[in-house]
């Protein structure tokens, strides 16, 4: 018996096993973040003074349109193969994967530039959580960067053999791409602005 | 991710017993590594329980093995007996029962009782195993750092957890790797249970088991992850030199400690009970699970309440989540605050109590079969029932004054977990043994091992509450020797260590008779127990892909003595008469 | 997974560049706000609440959440639910203490 509802969906739920999987993984990282904004929460409110203007506003404000620019190109390579336009969908999810790069390389400046400067995360609980969350937060990135590299490359010789399992799993893709951007929407006004 | 491969041709060795992704053969790989570090786990135990019967004398036989690091001539060293604390809590919780629970249990019987072909992720699957495998390799080599194994207790609290040896740094990341594999496995338990129950399964016609093991994926799945974030964080405490944890002005042995300070003890204890609680959930769960499969089964008849015990479960689960910090009553807490854990406490033992009520109930007017599995069932009732009812002093704030962190504590959640699940899980391996063999354990040393067990876990563990409501803490290397209010109650420790020992030799039955069954066990028919659930209407051993067509289910999971069947048990998959 | 049409796709299109603009818009809005130096309390609530609806739209329109199955839902309001435990009652155990 092969493992039914892998492309089709079921239809008492209409779901495929993927996307519930996906989505039940989400909600995990949920609690995951959830657990670091409430250590912020704890350790700024039983702190005696928090920092202000310590942090590049402006990097970051580019950094915040950089993600959210990558998540619209992700959603627009799986709208390409739901048009069925192949090349679209390498477009679309190369300029994902490059603007991983930028995101990253800004956070290389920002985080060398306070590095150099002493400002380290043992110097106070507000840049321990600061290089705590961005930092788990970067190795999110990451490693959606390479499940998407690898859906660009050889992962995406399964649009030729399986074209609809390929496409839900550039729909999966999708969403934690997603979910690292709205985990960043978050992050950058908590960190950066308040 | 992937439409599995139903038709495998010749599978090399390491593809087909090491690296397979069938959730049998997985199930069977967590069977047998949890049960080796319950084996280890409960080892440790036996070695403290020496140094709390007869303080500072030389541990026999294995006491110059242990080297002068550790028990120097033999004698245990305080710093050793604080690791043996630490390091049997978590090896017992976390390499121990919750991956036979829930990684064997949870693994080989689900998919056949839902009738599925695997789960729903098989490749995961095999990740979550090796992952866990990962987590439990680097717990055990803890133990030969410099300065040893974890020694903050299990619940590695803060500051002293901060800047104890590389040991704890060991501990985190081996957590990491265990609640890594945890998280794997529940995603796939859930959409396993959502996504691939046979034609007909409804809901409620799901076998408790299988209502028990989806809610404690649920548990697993969103309380883990403050855990995982609150190791994060220790970890960058001991080696980034941040003061999550530590707060201002700490100093250690006459120094201060230079770190920037600021942070909080609590927020480690906040982090972890949330998981922590959770977690005794995820440890009981399973073990109801079982022993309603097997009272079902050994009574004839249908489990009374099974609406009620599934509505229970579900509440259950919620409530855990929002009842953390009875463990951290004296922590300075406030009234408000407290009087809100104390009643989200209160409460939630309601659906424990209608749980076991309704397996209570369940035997009534039942053909009640003494089998091996059904002896533990049964003793599964009272044992959970002290562990419980014993608990509820804790649960208010003005009890638990006298005895928090005493032995009070230890006597209450060891009845829960060790005459409690453990026997739920005993009571599984005899029950689902023949699913497995196609033999049967023998009966007499299974009664061996069960009265033999019952007895030494009631010696070890009821004098605790004595000695406990004596006011003797835990987790003191000499069990109370020094202290003038220990004195009267300090006897009780040799009679439970010998408890334990006798406890020990007690399980040699089960051990062996589990390898000799394999082999020399009685053969049985197909559906031994005459059970009514999916998992017994599979060829034994089921095959690659468990049914031979998809199974289709007509009937509620109990259907014992029907009235006007021809048998006194009626199959899931049986068609209803025309 | 149901094959939707092309054209429902371009619809689906026009709906995320929409929605991406409307993102860049409130990130400057919200960045703005910043330079006001409000007092913390609505510093806070005006920061949250613009973070808020920019999480709504990435999840609603890019992650399709407005048009997902009951399960999924379920699944996320039980995990919200808890989220919302999570943050608020460390802070509430830290703030009701014994002085």
């Known amino acids: 018996m092969e493992i039914p509802y892998t492309i089709k969906a079921r239809p008492d739920t209409g779901l495929i096993n993927a996307k519930l999987g996906i989505w039940l993984f989400l909600a995990s990282e949920v609690m995951l973040f959830g657990a670091l904004f409430s250590s912020y929460i704890l350790l700024r409110v039983g702190a005696v003074e928090w920092p202000h203007h310590v942090l590049d506003v402006p990097l970051a404000t580019v950094n915040t ?62 840049f321990a959580i600061y290089f705590t969350m961005t930092g788990l937060h970067m190795l999110h990135v990451i490693g959606g960067m390479i499940v998407n590299s690898y859906f660009w490359g050889p992962g995406s010789k399964m649009w030729k053999t399986e074209p609809e399992r390929f496409t839900n799993r550039i729909e999966v893709a999708g969403l934690y791409w997603h979910f690292v951007d709205l985990v960043w929407i978050f992050l950058f006004p908590v960190l950066y602005l308040l | ?117 695997d789960m729903a992720f098989p490749k995961l699957n095999m990740m979550s195993y090796w992952v866990y495998f990962m987590g439990g390799v680097t717990m055990l080599t803890s133990f030969v750092m410099p300065g040893g194994a974890a020694n903050s207790g299990w619940t590695s609290y803060p ?27 529940s995603v796939n338990f859930i959409v396993t249970i959502v996504q691939l129950r046979a034609k007909g399964l409804t809901f409620m016609r799901l076998p408790f088991f299988v209502w028990a093991q989806f809610v404690t994926s649920f548990l697993l799945l969103l309380a883990f992850p403050p855990l995982e974030a609150a190791g994060v964080l220790q970890l960058m405490d001991r080696l980034a030199g941040t003061s999550f944890f530590l707060p201002s002005g700490l100093v250690v042995t006459g120094q201060p400690l230079n770190v920037s300070g600021g942070g909080s003890p609590l927020l480690w204890q906040h982090l972890f009970w949330f998981l922590a609680h959770p977690e005794v959930y995820v440890l009981i769960l399973p073990a109801m699970g079982i022993v309603a499969e097997v009272i079902a089964n050994n009574t004839r008849k249908p489990l009374w309440g099974y609406k009620s015990m599934v509505y229970a479960a579900i509440f259950l689960g919620f409530m855990s989540f929002i009842v953390w910090a009875h463990h951290m009553f004296m922590t300075g807490m406030g009234t408000i605050i407290s009087t809100f854990f104390q009643t989200t406490t209160m409460i939630i033992s309601i659906p424990s109590i209608i749980i076991l009520t309704a397996l209570f109930i369940s035997l009534w007017g039942g053909s009640i079969r003494f089998t091996t599995p059904m002896l533990f069932a049964l003793a599964f009732l009272p044992m959970f029932g002290i562990g ?50 196609g033999r049967k354990m023998n009966e007499t040393l299974g009664r061996i091992h069960f009265f033999g067990s019952f007895v030494c876990m009631n010696a070890i563990f009821m004098p605790m509450f004595i000695v406990g409501l004596a006011g003797v803490s835990r987790r003191l290397w000499d ?100 | 997974m149901e094959l939707t049409h092309a054209e429902d796709i371009k619809k689906h299109v026009r709906v995320y560049i929409t929605v991406f603009v409307t993102l860049l818009a409130l990130t400057i809005i919200t960045v703005t706000i910043s330079y006001f130096n409000l007092s913390v309390v609505p510093a806070i609530i005006a920061a949250l609440i613009i973070a808020s609806v920019k999480g709504s739209l990435v999840a609603s329109y890019f992650m399709h959440l407005i048009s997902e199955k009951k399960i999924i839902y379920a699944a996320l309001s039980l995990t919200v639910v808890f989220f919302l435990v999570l943050i608020f009652v460390p802070l509430l155990a830290m703030s009701d203490r014994i002085h």
């Open chain 2, 388 to 437: 419980g009812l014993t608990g509820l002093p804790l649960g208010l704030s003005a009890t638990d004054i006298p005895l928090h962190d005493t032995y009070y504590v230890i006597g209450h959640f060891h009845y829960v977990v060790a005459p409690g699940t453990i026997f739920a899980l005993f009571a599984g391996i005899y029950y689902w043994f023949p699913k497995l063999t």
């Open chain 2, 1 to 117: 991710m992937e439409g599995n491969h139903s038709h495998d041709h010749e599978l090399g060795f390491w593809r087909k017993y090491v690296f397979s992704q069938d959730h049998k053969v997985i199930g069977i790989q967590y069977g047998f590594t949890s049960l080796l570090f319950l084996l280890f786990g409960f080892t440790l135990m036996m070695v403290m329980r020496w140094q709390l019967a007869y303080p500072g004398q030389p541990i026999p036989i294995i006491g110059s093995w242990l080297g002068d690091d550790r028990a120097p001539q033999g004698i245990m060293l305080p710093e050793f007996y604080n690791q043996l604390g630490a390091m049997h809590g978590t090896i017992m919780v976390f390499l121990g029962i919750v991956p036979l629970a829930v990684g064997a249990f949870g693994n080989y019987v689900m998919p056949l009782q839902i009738g599925a072909p």
């Open chain 1, 65 to 126: 349109a950089v993600l959210i620019t990558s998540s619209i190109t992700m959603v627009m390579s799986w709208a390409s193969l739901m048009m069925k336009d192949f090349k679209k969908y390498k477009i679309y999810m190369g300029a994902t994967i490059l603007l991983g790069f930028v995101f990253l390389t800004i956070k290389y400046f920002e985080y060398s530039h306070h590095i150099q400067i002493g400002e380290i995360p043992s110097k106070s609980t507000f």
């Open chain 2, 159 to 185: 500051p002293l957890s901060d800047i104890a040896t590389i040991g704890q740094t060991v501990w985190l990341i081996g957590m990491v790797f265990l609640i890594t594999s945890s998280l794997l496995g």
């Open chain 2, 479 to 578: 069990g109370g020797a020094q202290y003038a209010h220990a004195q009267p109650v300090l006897h009780w420790n040799e009679f439970m260590s010998h408890g334990a020992w006798a406890l020990g030799v007690f399980q040699l039955f089960f051990i062996f008779n589990l390898f000799w069954s394999i082999r020399k066990g009685k053969k049985v028919e197909e559906n031994y127990w005459h059970a009514t659930t999916l998992e017994w209407a599979t060829p034994t051993p089921p095959p690659h892909g468990n049914f031979l067509t998809a199974p289709e289910v007509f009937r509620p999971p109990y259907e014992y003595s029907v009235p006007g069947a021809k048998r006194d048990f009626t199959p899931q998959n049986q068609r209803m008469e025309a």
